[in-house]
């Protein structure tokens, strides 16, 4: 969580500054999130969470996981 956090403010902080989007900005930005994506444990993906079979996590902690997956789109 903490990892995403840090991208999202690295992004915010380059949108609050038009001399900041480059293009080659935009694509390390799109990279760090794309690296954690797949750093993410693959029962905390999106599709394991909203299979007929999810993991084993109460219904707030699935509800947390869909959120950092949201905010992160």
């Known amino acids: 969580m903490s990892k995403v956090g840090l991208i999202a403010a690295e992004i915010a902080t380059t949108l ?4 900041l989007v480059t293009h ?11 690296a954690w994506r797949a750093e ?15 993991p084993d996590l109460t219904v707030y902690q699935r509800r947390a996981v869909l959120m950092v997956h949201v905010c992160t789109h």
């Open 16 to 19: 609050d500054s038009p001399e």
């Open 24 to 34: 080659e900005n935009i694509k390390m930005l799109t990279a760090k999130l794309e």
């Open 40 to 54: 993410v444990p693959r029962t905390l993906q999106i599709p394991a969470l909203t299979s007929n079979n999810p």
